[in-house]
C-alpha cells in the first residue's frame, strides 16, 4: 500500500501543481517559479520515496525534462499556458508509470485526448503534419478502448500500436512528429522526453504477451522506421521535423532490437533517455533561437558561430551527443545495446549502422548551416541569457554522465520478458 | 607506475591552461600551456625505456567481466608500440605547438587553435594507449570529430565544404569500425585485445553471409575495421578527404601528416595478431595500400599546389605503409610511420616560409640555379646505372648472405628494400640530373653515400623490428600469413623494377633532349591519363553525385509521403 502510495506521490504533485498554479496565472514570473517548484517537488518525491537504486531514472527524467524545460523559458504571458500543460502532462505521465494495467489506460487516454486538443488549440502554429497528429492520437484513444475491453490477443496488439505512437514506429509515427514540430512554447522538448518514456514504458509491459505474428513483424518495421526516418531528417528544412525524423529513426532502431532479440537490457533505458534529452536539449535551444527571431526555416539564418558562441558551443555539443559520438549517453546506449549478448546478428545490422551512419549526415548539415559560414548582418545578435545557459549546460552534463556512469544505474525495473531466442544467437554463424 | 597516466593528462591541461581564462592572459598562457606538453614528452621518453626494460603496463579503471560498464571501459595499456606512438605524438605535438605560438600569434581563432592543437594530442595519446578495443574506438571517433575542428574555419565556404567532406567519411570508416567491434564482441565475446586474439586463435569460426559465401570470423572482423584504418589513413578511394582539409593552417598539417594519419597504421599493428590469423584480410590490406601507393603518387606528380602535392604524398606513403602491413611487416610500418611523420612535419612546418619566400622572390629558384646542363656526361650515365640495376643485387646479396635476413621468407622486407632502393636512388639521381656533375669524386661518394644510406636504414628497421616484436616466431608467423604466391610476388618486383627503370630512362631522355618515340595509343594515353590524374580519378565527383542522389532520393520521398516539410 505504502508502495503504491509512493509511486503515485510524484504523479499527485505535480497535478495539484497544475491546478493551484492557476491561482499566480497573472503574474507569468511567479508562475514560472511555481511551476519550476513542482517539477523539483515531484522529482525529489520520486528519487525518495522510490529509493535512488536502479529502476528510478526512466520516471525521474520527466520532471527532469520538465524543469529544464521550463527553466529557460522568458516569464512571458504568452508562456503561460504551455507551463501549465507541461505540470499536466508532467502529472498524468508520472500516473501512467505508476498505475496498474486499467489506471494506466485511463490515464493514457486522458493524455492523448489532452494532446489532440493541444494539436487543435494550436493548429495555426503548425506548419504540417498536425491532421494526421490528430487523427493519429484520436486513433490511439480508440486503440486504447479496444484495448481495455477486447480480448487477450487483439488487446494486446491495440496497445502495442498505442505504445509505437508514444516510442515512434512508422507508420504510426505521425502524432509524435506532430506533436514536436506543431506544439508551441517548451512542450515538444518535454514532449520529446514523455512520450518516448511512456511508449518505451508500455512496451515492457505489453511485450510478453504479443502474438508471435506481431512479433515476427515488428523488427522489419523496425528497419523500414529507421530508413524512413533518416530519409525524412534528410530532406527536412525545419529543425523541429528534423529532430523528429531523426528520433523516429533512432527509436525504430530500439523497436528493431527489442523485437529481435526479445529482451529488454538496461542499456535500452540509457538509449532511451539519452536520445530524449538530447532531443530536448536540441529544442530547447532552438526555442532560444525562436524566441529571438521567430520559427524560420534553416535555409533564414547561418554564421552563428561568431556572433553567439555560447549557443554555438553548446548546441554543438548537443548535436554531437545526438548524433551518437562519445562520450554522451547515446553513444554508451546504442553501443550497450549492440554489445549484449542478446543481439540477433543478421544482415539487419546493416541498415541499423547506416542509420547510425546518416545521423552524422543530417546533424552535420544542421551544424554547417546553422553554426558555420558568414553571419547575417541584418540581424541582430544576443547570445543566450543566464537561464537559458544554465538548462542547456545541465542537459549536457546529464549526457555526459549518462555516458559514463555505469550501466546498472539504468535498470528498468519492470519485469522484463525473458528472452527466448536471442540467446541461442549467431544466425551467420555457421 | 602510475605516473604514466601523466603523458596523457598532460595536455589536457595545457589545452585547459589555453582555454580558460581572460584574452588578455592569453599570450601568456599560451607560453605556459606549452610545458605540460614538454613534460609529456619527457615522461613518454621515461615510459618508453621503463616499458623496454620492464615490460608493458596496464591500468585499468574498469571490471572487464562486469557487463555494467562496457560503454566506456577506461583503462591504460602501455607496451612498446604504445610508447614508442607516444614519444612520437608528444614530440610532434610540441613542437608542433611551440611552432604555433609564433606562427598564429594574434590571429582571431589563436585560442581556439592552441586549445585544439593541445586537446588533440590529449586525444592521439589516451587512443594509442588504450586498454581495450572499445577505448580506442571511442578515442577514434572524437578524433574524427576533432580533425572536422581542425581542417575548419567558420567563414572560408571552401573549407567548410571540406572539413564536411572529411567528417562524412571519417564517419564511414568510424561505421565499419563499430561494425567489426560489433561482430567481434559476437563472436568471441570481449573487447579485450589479448581475450579477443586468444579466442580468436583458439576457436576459429566460419561465417555464413550469403548463400554459398562462406568467411572466417577473424576475416570478417579485420576486413570491417580495416574499413576503419583506410579512412583515417587515407586510403583509396577513401583518401578524398585529405585533399579537401587543405586549407586549413600549415602547422596543423603537420600535426595532421604526422600523427593522426598514421591512426590507421597503429590501429593494424595493435590488433597485429588478429590479422595475423587471416591471409584473406592481409592480402586485400596489400591491394588496396598498393593502389594507394601508386594512385597517390601519380597524383602528386600532376598538382601544382606545393600543399597539395605534399598532401597526394602523404597518401601515397600511406599506402606503402598499409601495403607493408599486408606483408606481414608490421613493425616496418611503424618505422615507415615514424620516419614520414617527422619527416611530413618538417616539409609542412617548412611549406608555408617557402610560400612566402616565393612570394616576395617571384624567381625562385634563383636563375644561377636553373640553368642546367643539357648534356648527360657518360660518368653520371654511368652512376645512374650502378645505382639503379646493379645496386639492388649488392644490396640483395648482402642482406641475404651477411646479415643473414631470410628475404625468402619475408617478402615484407623485399619490399622495404625495394622501397629504400627507389626511394635514395631517386633522390640521388635527381641531384645527378640537376647538377649533372662528370666527376669521380661526386659518383663514388654518392655511390657510398647509397649504400650507407640503405643499410644504415636496413639496420635500423631489423633492430626497430626486434624491439617491437621481440618474439621472431611471431614475425615469422605473420610473414607466412601473408605470403603472396611466390610466382605472383617475384613477377610484382620484377614488373614494377622494369617499370620504374623504363621510367627513369625515359625520363632521362626526355630531360635531355633525346627523341624517344611511342605508339600513338601509348601518347594518348598519356594525354588521358594526365587529364585523370589531374582530376583525382574523378572520385571526388563521384561521391558529389553519391551524395546528390541520395538527397534526391530523400526529397522524393518526402514529397510523396504524408505529413511532407513545407
Given at each position: 500500500?505504502?508502495?503504491?502510495?509512493?509511486?503515485?506521490?510524484?504523479?499527485?504533485?505535480?497535478?495539484?501543481?497544475?491546478?493551484?498554479?492557476?491561482?499566480?496565472?497573472?503574474?507569468?514570473?511567479?508562475?514560472?517559479?511555481?511551476?519550476?517548484?513542482?517539477?523539483?517537488?515531484?522529482?525529489?518525491?520520486?528519487?525518495?520515496?522510490?529509493?535512488?537504486?536502479?529502476?528510478?531514472?526512466?520516471?525521474?527524467?520527466?520532471?527532469?525534462?520538465?524543469?529544464?524545460?521550463?527553466?529557460?523559458?522568458?516569464?512571458?504571458?504568452?508562456?503561460?499556458?504551455?507551463?501549465?500543460?507541461?505540470?499536466?502532462?508532467?502529472?498524468?505521465?508520472?500516473?501512467?508509470?505508476?498505475?496498474?494495467?486499467?489506471?494506466?489506460?485511463?490515464?493514457?487516454?486522458?493524455?492523448l485526448?489532452?494532446l489532440?486538443?493541444?494539436?487543435?488549440?494550436?493548429?495555426?502554429?503548425?506548419?504540417?503534419h498536425?491532421?494526421q497528429g490528430i487523427g493519429m492520437y484520436g486513433l490511439g484513444v480508440v486503440c486504447l478502448?479496444?484495448?481495455?475491453?477486447?480480448?487477450?490477443?487483439?488487446?494486446?496488439a491495440a496497445a502495442l500500436a498505442v505504445c509505437a505512437m508514444l516510442l515512434p514506429l512508422a507508420p504510426v509515427h505521425a502524432g509524435y512528429v506532430a506533436a514536436?514540430?506543431?506544439?508551441?512554447?517548451?512542450?515538444?522538448?518535454?514532449?520529446?522526453?514523455?512520450l518516448p518514456?511512456?511508449g518505451?514504458?508500455g512496451l515492457?509491459?505489453?511485450?510478453?504477451?504479443?502474438?508471435?505474428?506481431v512479433?515476427?513483424a515488428l523488427?522489419?518495421l523496425g528497419?523500414v522506421g529507421?530508413?524512413y526516418g533518416?530519409?525524412?531528417?534528410?530532406?527536412?528544412?525545419?529543425?523541429?521535423?528534423?529532430?523528429a525524423?531523426?528520433n523516429l529513426?533512432?527509436f525504430s532502431?530500439?523497436w528493431?532490437?527489442?523485437?529481435?532479440?526479445?529482451?529488454?537490457?538496461?542499456?535500452?533505458?540509457?538509449?532511451?533517455?539519452?536520445?530524449?534529452?538530447?532531443?530536448?536539449?536540441?529544442?530547447?535551444?532552438?526555442?532560444?533561437?525562436?524566441?529571438?527571431?521567430?520559427?524560420?526555416?534553416?535555409?533564414?539564418?547561418?554564421?552563428?558561430?561568431?556572433?553567439?558562441?555560447?549557443?554555438?558551443?553548446?548546441?554543438?555539443?548537443?548535436?554531437?551527443?545526438?548524433?551518437?559520438?562519445?562520450?554522451?549517453?547515446?553513444?554508451?546506449?546504442?553501443?550497450?545495446?549492440?554489445?549484449?549478448?542478446?543481439?540477433?546478428?543478421?544482415?539487419?545490422?546493416?541498415?541499423?549502422?547506416?542509420?547510425?551512419?546518416?545521423?552524422?549526415?543530417?546533424?552535420?548539415?544542421?551544424?554547417?548551416?546553422?553554426?558555420?559560414?558568414?553571419?547575417?548582418?541584418?540581424?541582430?545578435?544576443?547570445?543566450?541569457?543566464?537561464?537559458?545557459?544554465?538548462?542547456?549546460?545541465?542537459?549536457?552534463?546529464?549526457?555526459?554522465?549518462?555516458?559514463?556512469?555505469?550501466?546498472?544505474?539504468?535498470?528498468?525495473?519492470?519485469?522484463?520478458?525473458?528472452?527466448?531466442?536471442?540467446?541461442?544467437?549467431?544466425?551467420?554463424?555457421? | 607506475?602510475?605516473?604514466?597516466?601523466?603523458?596523457?593528462?598532460?595536455?589536457?591541461?595545457?589545452?585547459?591552461?589555453?582555454?580558460?581564462?581572460?584574452?588578455?592572459?592569453?599570450?601568456?598562457?599560451?607560453?605556459?600551456?606549452?610545458?605540460?606538453?614538454?613534460?609529456?614528452?619527457?615522461?613518454?621518453?621515461?615510459?618508453?625505456?621503463?616499458?623496454?626494460?620492464?615490460?608493458?603496463?596496464?591500468?585499468?579503471?574498469?571490471?572487464?567481466?562486469?557487463?555494467?560498464?562496457?560503454?566506456?571501459?577506461?583503462?591504460?595499456?602501455?607496451?612498446?608500440?604504445?610508447?614508442?606512438?607516444?614519444?612520437?605524438?608528444?614530440?610532434?605535438?610540441?613542437?608542433?605547438?611551440?611552432?604555433?605560438?609564433?606562427?598564429?600569434?594574434?590571429?582571431?581563432?589563436?585560442?581556439?587553435?592552441?586549445?585544439?592543437?593541445?586537446?588533440?594530442?590529449?586525444?592521439?595519446?589516451?587512443?594509442?594507449?588504450?586498454?581495450?578495443?572499445?577505448?580506442?574506438?571511442?578515442?577514434?571517433?572524437?578524433?574524427?570529430?576533432?580533425?572536422?575542428?581542425?581542417?575548419?574555419?567558420?567563414?572560408?565556404?571552401?573549407?567548410?565544404?571540406?572539413?564536411?567532406?572529411?567528417?562524412?567519411?571519417?564517419?564511414?570508416?568510424?561505421?565499419?569500425?563499430?561494425?567489426?567491434?560489433?561482430?567481434?564482441?559476437?563472436?568471441?565475446?570481449?573487447?579485450?585485445?589479448?581475450?579477443?586474439?586468444?579466442?580468436?586463435?583458439?576457436?576459429?569460426?566460419?561465417?555464413?553471409?550469403?548463400?554459398?559465401?562462406?568467411?572466417?570470423?577473424?576475416?570478417?572482423?579485420?576486413?570491417?575495421?580495416?574499413?576503419?584504418?583506410?579512412?583515417?589513413?587515407?586510403?583509396?578511394?577513401?583518401?578524398?578527404?585529405?585533399?579537401?582539409?587543405?586549407?586549413?593552417?600549415?602547422?596543423?598539417?603537420?600535426?595532421?601528416?604526422?600523427?593522426?594519419?598514421?591512426?590507421?597504421?597503429?590501429?593494424?599493428?595493435?590488433?597485429?595478431?588478429?590479422?595475423?590469423?587471416?591471409?584473406?584480410?592481409?592480402?586485400?590490406?596489400?591491394?588496396?595500400?598498393?593502389?594507394?601507393?601508386?594512385?597517390?603518387?601519380?597524383?602528386?606528380?600532376?598538382?601544382?599546389?606545393?600543399?597539395?602535392?605534399?598532401?597526394?604524398?602523404?597518401?601515397?606513403?600511406?599506402?606503402?605503409?598499409?601495403?607493408?602491413?599486408?606483408?606481414?611487416?608490421?613493425?616496418?610500418?611503424?618505422?615507415?610511420?615514424?620516419?614520414?611523420?617527422?619527416?611530413?612535419?618538417?616539409?609542412?612546418?617548412?611549406?608555408?616560409?617557402?610560400?612566402?619566400?616565393?612570394?616576395?622572390?617571384?624567381?625562385?629558384?634563383?636563375?644561377?640555379?636553373?640553368?642546367?646542363?643539357?648534356?648527360?656526361?657518360?660518368?653520371?650515365?654511368?652512376?645512374?646505372?650502378?645505382?639503379?640495376?646493379?645496386?639492388?643485387?649488392?644490396?640483395?646479396?648482402?642482406?641475404?648472405?651477411?646479415?643473414?635476413?631470410?628475404?625468402?621468407?619475408?617478402?615484407?622486407?623485399?619490399?622495404?628494400?625495394?622501397?629504400?632502393?627507389?626511394?635514395?636512388?631517386?633522390?640521388?639521381?635527381?641531384?645527378?640530373?640537376?647538377?649533372?656533375?662528370?666527376?669521380?669524386?661526386?659518383?663514388?661518394?654518392?655511390?657510398?653515400?647509397?649504400?650507407?644510406?640503405?643499410?644504415?636504414?636496413?639496420?635500423?628497421?631489423?633492430?626497430?623490428?626486434?624491439?617491437?616484436?621481440?618474439?621472431?616466431?611471431?614475425?615469422?608467423?605473420?610473414?607466412?600469413?601473408?605470403?603472396?604466391?611466390?610466382?605472383?610476388?617475384?613477377?610484382?618486383?620484377?614488373?614494377?623494377?622494369?617499370?620504374?627503370?623504363?621510367?627513369?630512362?625515359?625520363?632521362?631522355?626526355?630531360?635531355?633532349?633525346?627523341?624517344?618515340?611511342?605508339?600513338?595509343?601509348?601518347?594518348?594515353?598519356?594525354?588521358?591519363?594526365?587529364?585523370?590524374?589531374?582530376?583525382?580519378?574523378?572520385?571526388?565527383?563521384?561521391?558529389?553525385?553519391?551524395?546528390?542522389?541520395?538527397?534526391?532520393?530523400?526529397?522524393?520521398?518526402?514529397?510523396?509521403s504524408l505529413g511532407?516539410?513545407?
Amino acid at each position: 500500500m505504502a508502495e503504491g502510495m509512493s509511486l503515485w506521490m510524484p504523479a499527485a504533485i505535480s497535478l495539484a501543481g497544475a491546478v493551484s498554479g492557476f491561482a499566480v496565472w497573472s503574474r507569468p514570473m511567479a508562475l514560472k517559479m511555481w511551476t519550476l517548484a513542482v517539477s523539483l517537488a515531484s522529482l525529489a518525491s520520486l528519487v525518495v520515496l522510490s529509493g535512488a537504486g536502479g529502476g528510478v531514472l526512466l520516471p525521474a527524467l520527466l520532471p527532469i525534462a520538465s524543469f529544464l524545460s521550463l527553466l529557460g523559458q522568458p516569464p512571458h504571458e504568452d508562456n503561460r499556458a504551455a507551463w501549465i500543460m507541461t505540470l499536466l502532462l508532467l502529472g498524468l505521465g508520472l500516473g501512467v508509470t505508476a498505475g496498474r494495467d486499467g489506471e494506466r489506460m485511463i490515464l493514457l487516454t486522458l493524455l492523448l485526448s489532452l494532446l489532440v486538443a493541444l494539436l487543435y488549440r494550436y493548429r495555426a502554429l503548425s506548419v504540417s503534419h498536425l491532421w494526421q497528429g490528430i487523427g493519429m492520437y484520436g486513433l490511439g484513444v480508440v486503440c486504447l478502448a479496444t484495448a481495455l475491453a477486447a480480448p487477450a490477443p487483439v488487446s494486446a496488439a491495440a496497445a502495442l500500436a498505442v505504445c509505437a505512437m508514444l516510442l515512434p514506429l512508422a507508420p504510426v509515427h505521425a502524432g509524435y512528429v506532430a506533436a514536436l514540430a506543431g506544439l508551441p512554447g517548451n512542450l515538444p522538448a518535454f514532449l520529446a522526453c514523455l512520450l518516448p518514456a511512456l511508449g518505451f514504458h508500455g512496451l515492457l509491459v505489453v511485450l510478453p504477451s504479443l502474438p508471435e505474428t506481431v512479433r515476427t513483424a515488428l523488427p522489419l518495421l523496425g528497419l523500414v522506421g529507421a530508413i524512413y526516418g533518416t530519409l525524412k531528417a534528410l530532406a527536412q528544412s525545419r529543425i523541429r521535423a528534423l529532430l523528429a525524423y531523426a528520433n523516429l529513426s533512432f527509436f525504430s532502431i530500439l523497436w528493431w532490437y527489442v523485437a529481435s532479440a526479445r529482451t529488454v537490457p538496461p542499456q535500452a533505458t540509457l538509449y532511451i533517455g539519452s536520445v530524449s534529452l538530447a532531443t530536448t536539449g536540441l529544442l530547447l535551444a532552438w526555442y532560444a533561437m525562436r524566441a529571438r527571431y521567430g520559427d524560420m526555416d534553416l535555409r533564414a539564418i547561418r554564421g552563428l558561430a561568431h556572433p553567439m558562441p555560447r549557443f554555438a558551443v553548446l548546441f554543438m555539443l548537443l548535436a554531437l551527443a545526438a548524433l551518437g559520438l562519445p562520450p554522451f549517453g547515446v553513444f554508451a546506449g546504442f553501443m550497450g545495446l549492440l554489445l549484449t549478448p542478446a543481439l540477433p546478428l543478421s544482415g539487419a545490422l546493416v541498415v541499423i549502422v547506416l542509420a547510425w551512419l546518416a545521423a552524422s549526415w543530417y546533424f552535420l548539415d544542421l551544424l554547417q548551416r546553422l553554426l558555420f559560414g558568414r553571419h547575417r548582418p541584418d540581424l541582430r545578435y544576443e547570445d543566450l541569457h543566464r537561464t537559458e545557459l544554465a538548462a542547456l549546460l545541465m542537459l549536457v552534463i546529464i549526457l555526459l554522465v549518462m555516458g559514463v556512469a555505469p550501466t546498472r544505474v539504468f535498470e528498468p525495473g519492470t519485469p522484463v520478458p525473458r528472452p527466448s531466442v536471442a540467446a541461442g544467437g549467431l544466425a551467420w554463424n555457421k | 607506475m602510475s605516473f604514466v597516466i601523466l603523458v596523457l593528462l598532460l595536455p589536457l591541461l595545457a589545452a585547459l591552461i589555453v582555454v580558460v581564462g581572460r584574452p588578455r592572459s592569453l599570450d601568456q598562457r599560451a607560453k605556459i600551456g606549452a610545458l605540460p606538453i614538454i613534460a609529456a614528452f619527457f615522461v613518454a621518453v621515461v615510459t618508453l625505456v621503463l616499458v623496454s626494460s620492464q615490460g608493458p603496463i596496464s591500468l585499468r579503471f574498469y571490471e572487464p567481466r562486469s557487463p555494467a560498464n562496457l560503454a566506456l571501459p577506461i583503462g591504460v595499456y602501455v607496451d612498446r608500440l604504445s610508447a614508442v606512438m607516444m614519444t612520437l605524438i608528444t614530440a610532434v605535438g610540441t613542437i608542433i605547438y611551440l611552432y604555433s605560438t609564433g606562427y598564429m600569434y594574434q590571429d582571431r581563432g589563436y585560442r581556439r587553435y592552441l586549445g585544439l592543437i593541445a586537446f588533440t594530442t590529449f586525444v592521439l595519446l589516451c587512443m594509442v594507449s588504450s586498454a581495450n578495443l572499445m577505448m580506442l574506438f571511442v578515442f577514434w571517433q572524437i578524433l574524427s570529430w576533432l580533425l572536422f575542428l581542425l581542417a575548419h574555419n567558420h567563414a572560408h565556404a571552401a573549407t567548410l565544404q571540406g572539413a564536411c567532406k572529411t567528417f562524412t567519411l571519417l564517419r564511414v570508416g568510424d561505421a565499419a569500425f563499430l561494425a567489426g567491434i560489433v561482430l567481434a564482441h559476437a563472436l568471441y565475446g570481449t573487447v579485450e585485445f589479448q581475450e579477443l586474439f586468444a579466442r580468436a586463435a583458439a576457436t576459429p569460426v566460419v561465417l555464413s553471409p550469403l548463400p554459398g559465401l562462406e568467411i572466417s570470423g577473424a576475416t570478417a572482423v579485420t576486413l570491417l575495421i580495416f574499413g576503419g584504418a583506410m579512412s583515417k589513413s587515407a586510403q583509396f578511394p577513401m583518401h578524398i578527404w585529405l585533399p579537401s582539409s587543405l586549407y586549413a593552417p600549415t602547422p596543423i598539417h603537420a600535426l595532421l601528416h604526422a600523427g593522426i594519419i598514421n591512426a590507421g597504421g597503429f590501429l593494424l599493428n595493435r590488433l597485429a595478431p588478429l590479422y595475423g590469423l587471416s591471409p584473406a584480410t592481409l592480402h586485400v590490406v596489400f591491394v588496396v595500400g598498393m593502389l594507394t601507393a601508386v594512385l597517390g603518387a601519380s597524383m602528386m606528380l600532376v598538382q601544382n599546389d606545393i600543399k597539395k602535392t605534399l598532401g597526394f604524398s602523404t597518401i601515397g606513403q600511406m599506402g606503402y605503409m598499409i601495403m607493408e602491413c599486408g606483408l606481414g611487416a608490421f613493425a616496418l610500418a611503424v618505422f615507415h610511420l615514424i620516419a614520414h611523420g617527422l619527416f611530413k612535419a618538417t616539409v609542412f612546418l617548412n611549406c608555408g616560409n617557402v610560400i612566402h619566400k616565393v612570394r616576395q622572390e617571384p624567381v625562385s629558384p634563383h636563375a644561377h640555379h636553373a640553368v642546367e646542363e643539357h648534356e648527360l656526361p657518360r660518368l653520371t650515365w654511368a652512376t645512374g646505372f650502378l645505382t639503379t640495376l646493379l645496386l639492388p643485387l649488392v644490396i640483395l646479396l648482402v642482406t641475404h648472405g651477411v646479415l643473414r635476413i631470410p628475404l625468402l621468407d619475408s617478402q615484407g622486407t623485399v619490399i622495404f628494400l625495394f622501397f629504400i632502393w627507389i626511394t635514395s636512388s631517386q633522390a640521388i639521381l635527381t641531384l645527378t640530373r640537376l647538377r649533372a656533375v662528370a666527376s669521380w669524386k661526386v659518383s663514388v661518394a654518392m655511390l657510398l653515400t647509397l649504400l650507407f644510406v640503405v643499410f644504415t636504414y636496413l639496420f635500423a628497421a631489423e633492430a626497430f623490428t626486434h624491439f617491437l616484436y621481440p618474439d621472431p616466431r611471431e614475425v615469422a608467423s605473420y610473414f607466412r600469413t601473408a605470403a603472396l604466391p611466390g610466382r605472383l610476388f617475384d613477377g610484382l618486383v620484377v614488373g614494377t623494377t622494369l617499370l620504374t627503370t623504363l621510367g627513369w630512362v625515359y625520363l632521362y631522355a626526355q630531360a635531355h633532349g633525346r627523341t624517344v618515340r611511342m605508339p600513338v595509343w601509348v601518347q594518348a594515353l598519356r594525354v588521358r591519363l594526365y587529364v585523370l590524374f589531374m582530376n583525382r580519378l574523378y572520385v571526388d565527383v563521384l561521391h558529389d553525385r553519391l551524395g546528390r542522389w541520395i538527397m534526391r532520393l530523400a526529397h522524393g520521398l518526402d514529397k510523396h509521403s504524408l505529413g511532407r516539410s513545407r
